[in-house]
């Protein structure tokens, strides 16, 4: 019984990083079901609005120009204001744009909406992969990055069964209102459960320790160390490698997402008949998630060191997207679906190793930053990849089941020139002797 006049402790949850890391994964979900909602709608919405695919281009390309400029803006800002406060403002923000998205007019409108929505929900790797740093030891970075990271492709995957129905139910309107009112009920949670490790009232003292533990840096520290600004991050080879990364895996990976839906009916495939098709490369990468970061994790226990192990990871991704090119030999929707389920769970390896990276490589006042110009040069690789996708689909229309055919063996081949580029970029410098970053 407690004394009166004498606060009852607050009981410490067990594990409470993992949960951070499902209220991420959550986040992560949502966000994607929100632009699946627009890419599985397209079809239908071309008919109603009569748009070609290079109409349809400029609305993602809209919300493309805004989350790739957010990314790096908002990368900044979390480390000036905190994860807490800064994913607050942002989920509110991409929330309220969601729901009002159902008031859209046509192609302005929604390209309007879609670049708002892009403002804010460019926040979100950026401060996932700072609260990464904030509460995992590296051991266990690898596999919190991969379920984060997987969200995008539960969200992909349950979207289909979420969004269709509704659609062909009540229309279009009400599909785009409902990410909208998830996030809201998702921002409760967030304020509840969300504080720095340091300050949060239900950490258990052991699990506080191993945290504070893990982030004394054995190596060389700079006599006084303030926040980088960004022209001192990109005089960093590591920095590039980061940029790198994503930039040449992100836009195969945003045309599965964006593009998908209009590449099966363009493959001649009703997708009221193959809602699977759209399911399972989502699925896919989810598994991809979880292999890259655990396998990673893995050989770390096994003796290797942290750059060999995540390099491992970076070669097995970037040579199995190039399992995409066989897809232009066959209209036959299983083995299409098959190909393209490989393909997502190898970029999804080599992803997670992108995302961990900047939290493997920075301190934690860097670690937002570097995230968010990987991810702006991401969104600028993004936006030349639709530029090319609406134009030569739309040229090759006439070609019917080939109309995509350059753009899947492109698709195929660019993460792979990622993969030799990292590997010659992913390296220990001066600077790291200098302790301006860590050792990998």
Known sequence: MATAGKPTPTRAIPSLRWWIGAILFASTVINYIDRQTLSLLAPYLKIQYHWTNSDYAGIVIAFRISYSIGQTVFGRVMDRIGTRRGLSICVTWYSIVSMATAAATGLRSFAGFRFLRGTGESANWPAATKAVSEW????????????????????????????????????????????????????????????????????????LQMIAADKIDPGPQPASRTRAHWRNLLKLPQTWRTIVARTFTDPVWFFITDWFPIYLVAKGIELRSGPIAVWIPFIAADLGNFFGGGMSGYLIKRGWSLGAARKALVVFGGIGVTLLIPTILTTNLVLITLLFGLATSSYASFSTIANVLPSDLYHSDSVASVSGLSGTGAGIGTIVAFLLVGYFSDARAATTTHAFDPIIIIAGLVPFAGMILTLLLVRNTRATDEGLVRRI
């Open 136 to 207: 995992f030891p590296k051991r266990e970075r690898g596999l919190a990055t991969a379920l984060f990271d997987s969200g995008s492709s539960i969200g992909g995957a349950v979207a289909p069964f979420v969004i269709l129905p509704i659609y062909f139910r009540w229309g279009w309107r009400p599909a785009f209102m409902i990410p909208g009112v998830l996030g809201i009920l998702w921002l409760m949670v967030w304020r509840w459960l969300y504080h720095p490790p340091e300050e949060h009232p239900r950490v258990s003292q052991a699990e």
